[in-house]
């Protein structure tokens, strides 16, 4: 069956460091998306691909970096610069123009320690 | 630019008492319009979606018409269950012969139903 897949689904991160969230799809299709979710709050976008090796930044790029090699795989760099890293973050992806919405992964819920 | 407004939550129910969720937005051009569900602890799951204007999406016996003159897409659910418990998020997709093809999401409803 296709889908979205990310993993790990908890990562403990200590202060200083930098961690990579992987996310990875087989549906073929052209976009992805990076998006934060704090408790009670809504999303917000990180980071969105619509090619290969082409990404854009969305509102809350600061302390985050993204790669896009593989049309199937786009993951997401949370770097020491990130102030407040603790959040759930979720992967999407979609056929472009996103007329038959997203697809969501399950997501990755990141902790600082 | 486009955006989406959602009643503000949290909802909270009785079992097998009526549900809307209101969702207004602002918006040009062609639009999809979408509901999404997210279970605590997991990922949003597309609850149902209408692409024209009058259309009906429907799935789970949740349903919402996309009325274009009022500009909303409202959820409603004739009946809830304790597992319909979630929050619940609006959201348009826009092409207006550019590329804008990101989603523009509401803030999110949390809806909670008591046996």
């Known amino acids: 069956d296709g889908g979205i897949t990310q993993s790990p689904k908890y990562l403990f991160r200590k202060e200083g460091q930098n961690v990579t969230l992987s996310c990875e799809q087989n549906?073929?299709?052209?976009?992805m998306y990076w998006y934060r979710q704090d408790p009670g709050q809504g999303l917000r976008l990180i980071y969105y691909?619509?090619?290969?090796?082409?990404?854009q930044k969305g509102d809350i790029a600061e302390g985050y970096s993204v790669s896009r090699e593989k049309k199937e795989s786009f993951p997401l760099t949370v770097t020491s610069a990130q102030k407040n890293p603790t959040a759930f973050y979720l992967c999407?992806?979609?056929?472009?123009?996103?007329?038959?919405?997203?697809?969501f992964g399950s997501g990755t819920r990141l902790t600082v320690v | 630019g486009n955006s989406v407004t959602q009643m503000e939550g949290p909802v909270t129910l009785s079992e097998e008492a009526f549900l809307t969720i209101n969702c207004t937005y602002t918006?040009?051009?062609?639009?999809?319009l979408f509901w999404y569900v997210q279970y605590p602890g997991e990922g949003l799951q597309l609850l149902l979606k209408a692409t024209k204007a009058d259309d009906k999406g429907s799935n789970k016996g949740f349903e919402a018409t996309y009325r274009k003159e009022t500009t909303s897409f409202h959820l409603e659910k004739g009946s809830v269950q304790v597992s319909d418990s979630a929050v619940y998020f609006c959201a348009l997709s826009a092409n207006s012969g550019g590329s804008n093809y990101k989603l523009t999401f509401g803030k999110g409803t949390l809806l909670t139903v008591n046996p």
């Open positions: 999407a992806s979609s056929i472009l123009w996103g007329v038959d919405g997203y697809t």
């Open positions: 691909s619509q090619i290969v090796n082409d990404f």
């Open positions: 918006a040009t051009g062609y639009l999809s």
């Open positions: 549906l073929n299709h052209d976009a």
